[in-house]
T-cell receptor, first 113, second 109 residues
Framework: EPEVTQTPSHQVTQMGQEVILRCVPISNHLYFYWYRQILGQKVEFLVS????????KSEIFDDQFSVERPDGSNFTLKIRSTKLEDSAMYFCASKPGSIDTQYFGPGTRLTVL | KQEVTQIPAALSVPEGENLVLNCSFTDSAIYNLQWFRQDPGKGLTSLLL?????REQTSGRLNASLDKSSGRSTLYIAASQPGDSATYLC????????FGTGTSLTVIP
């Protein structure tokens, strides 16, 4: 069964460094999402992406964040200058159509030191 | 803004017991509601999706109900097993997912 995959599974970085989290959505899906979960807290929506542009973003998704679909398969989340509070599990999700359920990847654990 | 609350935050039951997890939400204008399971340090596994026009969904020992008018959903787990130990999340869906804080379930052998 097709799955959403994410790399790396764990990323450790120094405060102020740029990180890129990678996701490969399911191949025929058209809608893409990033969520994050700070340890012990709720899963929070960051951004949705459709037709090569951001369709919705939360207040968390500030100028330090950007998303890109550089080719037909990858969907990336870039954090420009990481802060300690960016430490979290980041989940990618995708879905085929507007009313379908989302399929989640296994997540990337980001640790900012 | 949609707020999703799950009660209880933690639950410990002996193996074999039937149990109910609760989810409430403040805005009834939702498309769907979905229940997930999350194991420690892992991703989200979808359990049941209830469309807004449906009242319940069943899969094996799991049954989820939805009452949009009262802003509530329940997840019923029959004959619980130690392998059911995990955190259970509900999420209400409109343009995005709004997640609850989860119920941490421990099933004691």
């Amino acid at each position: 069964e097709p799955e959403v995959t994410q790399t790396p599974s764990h990323q450790v970085t120094q405060m102020g460094q740029e990180v890129i989290l990678r996701c490969v959505p399911i191949s025929n899906h058209l809608y893409f999402y990033w969520y994050r979960q700070i340890l012990g807290q709720k899963v929070e929506f960051l951004v949705s992406f459709y037709n090569n542009e951001i369709s919705e973003k939360s207040e968390i998704f500030d100028d330090q964040f950007s998303v890109e679909r550089p080719d037909g398969s990858n969907f990336t989340l870039k954090i420009r200058s990481t802060k300690l509070e960016d430490s979290a599990m980041y989940f990618c999700a995708s879905k085929p159509g507007s009313i379908d359920t989302q399929y989640f990847g296994p997540g990337t654990r980001l640790t900012v030191l | 803004k949609q707020e999703v609350t799950q009660i209880p935050a933690a639950l410990s039951v002996p193996e074999g017991e039937n149990l109910v997890l609760n989810c409430s939400f403040t805005d009834s204008a939702i498309y769907n509601l979905q229940w997930f399971r999350q194991d420690p340090g892992k991703g989200l596994t979808s359990l049941l999706l209830i469309q807004s026009s449906q009242r319940e969904q069943t899969s094996g020992r799991l049954n989820a109900s939805l009452d949009k008018s009262s802003g509530r959903s329940t997840l019923y787990i029959a004959a619980s097993q130690p392998g059911d130990s995990a955190t259970y999340l509900c999420a209400v869906i409109r343009n995005q997912f709004y997640f609850g804080t989860g119920t941490s379930l421990t099933v004691i052998p």
